[in-house]
């Protein structure tokens, strides 16, 4: 599935050391032409997405709703370069992305965009405090245990720094996901189904932890969710259907 590929090509970006990251300069934060990703062939051939359009500015943030189904999850993937489109172009910061090679793609992702799989996709060897510094380590970031044990104690888990991810429920395993993507502070954070399995008290502070980042550091935020809460404090939502993205 398209889903277990990006997520495993998540893990060996993870294993590359980043190797220069191109900083965001542009208003454009990301531009998306004429997107297209289909998969299968002949009969069994599916249009995911079909000629997507989009612009979001750098510090916007944007929900993306629409039913099971529909490809949020591949169009996140496919803007955070853990994919590559079937035609059309993704652009970050004004620089071609997806035209670009899977090292180059990583070490851009590396400097500067966080995601949040719908799975989490912890490393189970590791424990909780080791998953959020691992990122920040291999991009040479100064203070990474510090970072990593300041994020996980904003959400909620300065007791579980030593857990294992099965040791951790599912809630949990998605707050180290959140925190390991959060704690670079990056331009881009991208999400998918952020407090999808969260109760409403800790889905409401991890909303608020994404916002203050997107205040703080003019982060753009590019979530997508079921939540109403969380779209509503997004400056935007849009809906995926039919393979493009609509304002209903
Ligand atoms: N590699 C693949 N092969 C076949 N079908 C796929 C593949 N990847 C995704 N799909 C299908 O594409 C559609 C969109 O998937 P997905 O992006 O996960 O949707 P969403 O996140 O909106 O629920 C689904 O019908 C899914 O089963
Ligand atoms: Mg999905």
Redesign the pocket.
């Known amino acids: 599935m398209l889903?277990s590929e990006s997520e495993s090509e998540y893990k060996l970006s993870l294993t590359h050391q980043p190797k220069k990251s191109t900083l965001i300069k542009n208003t454009s934060a990301i531009l998306v032409t004429n997107l297209s990703k289909y998969v299968g062939e002949g009969a069994n051939k599916i249009e995911i997405l079909n000629g997507l359009n989009l612009q979001v500015a750098q510090g916007e943030s944007l929900a993306i709703v629409g039913s099971?189904?529909s490809g949020?999850?591949?169009l996140?993937a496919l803007l955070a370069g853990l994919d590559v489109p079937t035609s059309g172009a993704v652009e970050i910061g004004g620089q071609p992305f997806s035209a670009l090679d899977e090292d180059a793609r990583a070490a851009m992702r590396g400097g500067q965009m966080g995601f949040v799989f719908?799975s989490f996709q912890l490393l189970p060897t590791m424990t909780a405090l080791e998953n959020v510094m691992l990122p920040m380590q291999l991009a040479n970031k100064k203070d990474a245990k510090q970072l990593a044990i300041e994020t996980l104690e904003k959400v909620g888990l300065a007791e579980r720094l030593q857990h294992y991810p099965k040791q951790l429920s599912g809630g949990e395993q998605q707050r180290v996901a959140i925190a390991r993507a959060f704690a670079p502070q990056p331009a881009i954070l991208f999400a998918?189904?952020p407090t999808g399995n969260l109760d409403i008290a800790t889905g409401e502070r991890i909303i608020e932890l994404l916002f203050s980042l997107n205040q703080a550091a003019n982060t753009t935020l590019i979530l997508?969710t079921h939540d109403v809460q969380l779209a509503q404090r997004c400056g935007r939502t849009l809906t995926l259907q039919h393979g493009q993205l609509s304002a209903i």
């Open positions: 889903l099971s189904g949020k999850s591949t996140l719908q998918d189904e997508v």
